[in-house]
């Protein structure tokens, strides 16, 4: 019958990478960008991109300043959200030049379930750690005022839903898939290899949390650093956009108290 298979087909049938024999073939290794190519490209995403994004909201502030508006959503976290989002765009560009499973390259797969539970009750330690540590030493909250400011100022315009959702959701998925998928990524297989990833893609990361005071950056500092091991063990940039989305969602819940006048 023609719909009948032979003992050659079956086997191919059920091993897709089957190759017959007498055939040589090379497995391809996988392409990533080179260390400075992979910095270019983050640096680059954050920066041209950003620059008309920025013009406009020069003019919308400068407007709102002659017609004596609110101009305090500038220093919102959801101007954040709005600077990461074309980043991840250069960065999928990037990556289909050099591979043709964009998930695969950043770690966009679902890791084992140990080290999403390992992900969470790391969250949840650090957090419980960290503002113990900070009480002891004198200080009230990780927060600064500019947190706390963001989150009246979203309650009182109606758009809470809104900065929750760029807090909690967009920009730890944003950038987790640039700085531990695709920048980790790179780094990990050039020179300065898994410590120097994991070192670089940190600092990186830091520096768009520049405008945040000292006593926070520490704090995200030590915590970048503990999401880049996640990365590296997990093999996966879930659990680290897992674990920076509740290490977030602590920071609106601790909001939400110190703006009900609950603390601080």
């Not at 101009?71 to 591979?99: G, K, Q, W």
């Not at 807090?167 to 640039?178: N, R």
């Not at 063990?233 to 009900?260: D, Q, R, W, Y």
Request: aromatic share 12%; glycine share 6%.
């Amino acid at each position: 019958m023609g719909w009948a298979m032979s003992d050659r087909q079956e086997i191919d049938a059920r091993d897709p990478v089957h190759i017959p024999s007498g055939i040589q073939t090379k497995r391809k290794e996988p392409t990533t960008w080179g260390f400075c190519a992979s910095l270019l490209w983050v640096l680059g995403g954050m920066i041209i991109p950003n620059i008309p994004i920025a013009m406009a909201f020069q003019v919308w502030y400068q407007t709102s300043l002659r017609l004596h508006r609110d101009v305090s959503f500038f220093t919102s976290p959801i101007l954040d959200t709005v600077a990461i989002i074309p980043v991840v765009f250069v960065i999928y560009l990037a990556t289909r030049i050099v591979s043709d499973t964009v998930a695969q390259y950043i770690g966009l797969i679902w890791p084992r379930r140990r080290h999403l539970l390992i992900g969470l009750i790391f969250a949840i330690l650090y957090i419980v750690v960290s503002q113990t540590l900070l009480v002891l030493f004198g200080y009230h909250t990780i927060l600064s005022c500019k947190f706390i400011d963001a989150y009246r100022l979203a309650q009182d315009s109606r758009v809470l839903a809104i900065l929750l959702t760029c807090v909690v959701i967009v920009s730890p998925s944003a950038e987790e898939i640039v700085f531990r998928g695709f920048l980790f990524r790179s780094l990990e297989n050039s020179k300065v290899w898994i410590p120097g990833a994991i070192v670089i893609s940190t600092i990186l990361w830091l520096g768009i949390h520049v405008p945040y005071d000292l006593t926070f950056l520490s704090i995200a500092f030590v915590f970048g650093l503990m999401l880049g091991i996640l990365r590296w063990k997990s093999g996966s940039v879930v659990p680290t956009i897992l674990t920076h989305s509740a290490f977030n969602a602590a920071v609106m819940l601790e909001c939400s108290i110190a703006a009900h006048g609950l603390w601080m």
